[in-house]
């Protein structure tokens, strides 16, 4: 398939996939554009960027891109090899988007990532086989990315730390904003002493697992970026979710809806899913992850 949709919770990678994916392959392009934080930009500013990098226009002075200029977009899509990388779309946008770029065209040597945290607004304009769900970080990946930001040093864990380490990495349950958000929140302590750094690292872990922020402040990233997507859902998902995380972790999928007991339970569930809030493990059971039952 020609275009990607990166899906998945929030934290768990899909910008920094997308981006190390670009800066890797974009020159073996003719045009290339990379669309970064869109839901925080306005479509004119999209399609004034994307006339910019993939049509050569150094500058627009209008308010509004108008026809003539849409169709170079279009057919620059449509003639040449080109890469565009869409980051952390909405359900707005990508309505919007999929019309100037043309994402049910027949262009093979054109490549569309997308970003996204909910499936659902993907799967009406994607190809299904076009669906990347992002993997947790495994035991060995976390412990060398927690290191890499706490101690600079991606092999071996200081000595007297190596307990701690293993909890910490447990605990991060493989999302790698919250091993970066630990590992530099260490780093900035290195120069303490070692019994005063090893209290320190117990401490900041009791506070990771009880959803409270390291330094008390009303801007910690790991829990922005979590409240994110439990703040765009409607209150009836909101209901279902925190049963889930306060009750129904690990309870039969089939139990729980006949608990809810309600005609729309099974979309409600779908879309918590189609969000990556919520999976059914292979036994059929809800399971949430450790930093969403946490927040």
Not at 17 to 27: A, D, G, P, R
Not at 116 to 140: A, S, T, V
Not at 143 to 167: C, D, P, R, W
Not at 187 to 199: D, V
Request: aromatic share 8%.
């Amino acid at each position: 398939v020609s275009i990607i949709g990166l899906v998945g919770m929030g934290g768990i990678g899909k910008t920094t996939l997308s981006k190390k994916i670009y800066h890797l392959f974009h020159e073996q392009y003719d045009k290339f554009s990379f669309l970064e934080d869109v839901k925080s930009k306005t479509i004119e500013d999209l399609k004034k960027q994307l006339l910019q990098d993939l049509c050569g226009r150094e500058k627009y002075c209008g308010e509004v891109i108008n026809g003539d200029d849409l169709k170079r977009i279009e057919e620059t899509m449509i003639s040449k090899k080109v890469l565009v990388v869409i980051d952390d779309v909405d359900e707005t946008l990508i309505n919007d988007l999929s019309k100037v770029l043309a994402f049910q065209g027949k262009n093979r040597k054109r490549n569309v990532i997308i970003t996204c945290r909910n499936w659902g607004i993907l799967e009406r304009h994607l190809d299904p086989n076009g669906k990347f769900e992002m993997p947790y970080l495994n035991k060995k990946q976390a412990t060398q990315l927690l290191l890499s930001h706490a101690f600079q040093n991606t092999k071996q864990v200081e000595k007297g730390f190596e307990k701690i380490v293993e909890e910490i990495v447990e605990a991060c349950a493989g999302l790698p904003l919250s091993l970066e958000i630990m590992g530099g929140f260490f780093h900035k302590k290195k120069n303490q002493g070692m019994q005063k750094r090893l209290k320190l690292w117990r401490g900041a872990l009791k506070k990771l697992q009880a959803g409270n922020t390291l330094d008390g402040g009303i801007e910690d990233i790991l829990w922005k970026s979590l409240e994110i997507s439990y703040k765009d859902l409607d209150q009836p998902e909101k209901d279902m979710f925190l049963d889930i995380a306060c009750y129904f972790g690990g309870l039969k999928e089939i139990i729980a809806l006949r608990i809810w007991d309600s005609e729309s339970s099974t979309l409600e569930l779908q879309n918590l899913k189609d969000r990556f809030l919520v999976k059914i493990n292979k036994d059929g059971n809800l399971i949430m992850h450790d930093q969403l039952r946490d927040m």
